[in-house]
């Protein structure tokens, strides 16, 4: 098993920034793409950012040149720089990690893992 925790969510005034990080941990042979997804209330969830562990980025239109998406991947780790907040970027984001897991090489599982959410509310 893979698991995942988010951290650095909170409360912003429009304009601001925060930093949100997410740590896998577990049986982990190799992660192939992390990312961030977002779901605000009433809407279905919506990917935010996405990084291959060769470091390719890909961004939802609405934070392109907002956010920024990196990764530790000696940590097993991806962070959410957010800057320049808008009250429309609050919701629910949770952390997602596809790769593989295992404790010796014939025990070898893909694995897609979800992390427990972390609220960011942005205030106008």
């Known amino acids: 098993q893979v698991q995942l925790v988010e951290s650095g969510g909170g409360l912003v005034q429009a304009g601001g920034s925060l930093r949100l990080s997410c740590a896998a941990s577990g049986s982990i042979f190799s992660i192939n793409v992390m990312g961030w997804y977002r779901q605000a209330p009433g809407k279905q969830r919506e990917l935010v950012a996405t990084?291959?562990?060769?470091?390719?980025?890909n961004y939802a239109d609405s934070v392109k040149g907002r956010f920024t998406i990196s990764r530790d991947n000696a940590k097993n780790t991806v962070y959410l720089q957010m800057n320049s907040l808008k009250p429309e970027d609050t919701a629910v984001y949770y952390c997602?990690?596809?790769?593989?897991?295992?404790?010796?090489?014939?025990?070898?599982?893909?694995?897609?893992?979800w992390g427990q959410g972390t609220q960011v509310t942005v205030s106008s």
């Open positions: 997602n990690a596809e790769g593989v897991h295992g404790t010796s090489w014939s025990d070898l599982r893909n694995f897609g893992s």
């Open positions: 990084i291959t562990s060769g470091g390719s980025t």
